[in-house]
């Protein structure tokens, strides 16, 4: 098929490195690799494009610098003309979308087409922004979530409570397919290094991340283990803050940042790992499908992670990881403490991991089962 690849969402580079960069990228590279051709319509086309994608086209859309909230929504609300535009021009034979807030026109097109529309939800946005950046234009934004959740053939959501907030936007089929990985980026498992023991988290330094948790449980490991050390793959907002919080007790030489990575250079940081872990803290609003955890099990690592939302159901305590409580730094470094001196549970958990994944969490296999359910709507009359 003719594919259009809609990415609308003004956050998300396409050729970036971030986590919803990554996403992006591994779609698209697991749709190429199943004969369909891609075009991408975005406003982020900066960065490398990588070689293995290079069949596939962009189409810019028209940019939404940062400014005034209100009047950026309003430059994403008049781009929806621009996207409408450039499908009619292309006549794809299936859209596909990465949901984003005030983006509504590729779904309806699709719909008026009557050609197969696929909306890949990957959070609650409406929430989120309320919660953690900020709602311009609210009553515009909900109206154009639930045009885009109304139009859509199929969605996919990455956890249920993505799902339920689809159906309750409108969504009328949804079905839930979680983060997947690529096996060609994972070959290998991690060799889980003896000395000295290495504690990694990889993903974007966020608030809800659960960081100053981990530190806290690094403290108390480092004081049984001089020798360990803690390595953050990744940047973001609260690099500064984890950074000083390491200094107070101590352990600043005993931390490294690499800072941001391209998604090509992440599986040598992990190699570098003896277990990755994913503290987030406890909420009732838990939706997220961290990419981090299914890239630390493809690479062989066993998890640490905490006891909330689906977390459990991705990881299974005492199989591919270690389940802990949440918002407890001595049960996370107790957890920790025990890999620390069962080297062979370590890499027994580890293979189990990467089994799963390998097995049943593909990008591959993620495009495959969306395209198989695909439905196409009656043209409007």
């Known amino acids: 098929m003719r594919i259009a690849y809609v990415s609308a969402d003004p956050g998300i580079p396409i050729w970036g490195s971030k986590g919803a960069s990554v996403h992006v990228q591994e779609m698209l590279r697991a749709l190429t690799r199943a004969g369909h051709g891609l075009t991408v319509l975005t406003p982020r086309v900066e960065g490398t494009q990588p070689d293995d994608l290079s069949q596939v086209a962009v189409l810019p859309l028209p940019p939404a610098p940062k400014g005034e909230p209100a009047m950026r929504a309003r430059q994403l609300l008049a781009a929806n003309a621009v996207a409408q535009k450039e499908l009619q021009a292309l006549t794809p034979d299936m859209v596909y979308e990465r949901h984003a807030l005030y983006a509504f026109a590729a779904m309806e097109w699709a719909a008026q087409a009557g050609i197969a529309s696929v909306l890949e939800v990957n959070a609650p946005l409406l929430a989120e922004h309320a919660t953690h950046r900020t709602l311009a234009l609210a009553a515009e934004a909900e109206a154009g979530v639930r045009r885009a959740m109304d139009a859509a053939g199929l969605i996919t959501a990455v956890t249920e409570p993505v799902a339920a907030h689809a159906r309750a936007m409108g969504a009328k089929d949804v079905i839930v397919v979680p983060n997947a990985v690529d096996p060609e980026r994972f070959p290998t498992s991690a060799p889980l290094a003896a000395a000295p023991f290495t504690i990694g988290f990889l993903g974007s330094l966020k608030p809800w991340h659960g960081l100053p948790t981990l530190v806290e449980a690094f403290t108390r490991v480092h004081a049984a283990r001089p020798e360990a050390r803690l390595l953050i793959i990744g940047d973001g907002p609260e690099r500064s803050a984890i950074e000083d919080a390491l200094g107070r007790a101590g352990l600043r030489d005993s931390a490294e940042f690499t800072g941001l990575l391209p998604a090509s250079a992440v599986p040598a940081a992990l190699a570098r790992l003896d277990v990755g872990t994913a503290p987030y803290g406890a909420t009732e609003a838990f939706y997220f499908s961290p990419l981090k955890i299914y890239e630390y099990m493809a690479a062989g690592l066993p998890v640490v992670t905490s006891d909330t939302g689906h977390l459990p159901e991705i990881v299974t305590h005492g199989s591919t990881g270690l389940i802990v409580p949440p918002d407890d730094p001595a049960a996370l470094a107790a957890g920790l403490m025990r890999?620390?001196?069962?080297?062979?549970?370590?890499?027994?958990?580890?293979?189990?991991?990467?089994a799963r994944v390998l097995t049943h969490h593909t990008w591959a296999g993620t495009a495959a089962h969306i395209l198989a359910r695909?439905?196409?709507k009656p043209t409007a009359a």
Request: glycine content about 22%; proline content about 0%; cysteine-free.
């Open 339 to 354: 890999l620390a001196g069962d080297a062979a549970l370590g890499r027994r958990l580890g293979a189990a991991g990467r």
């Open 374 to 376: 695909i439905t196409t």
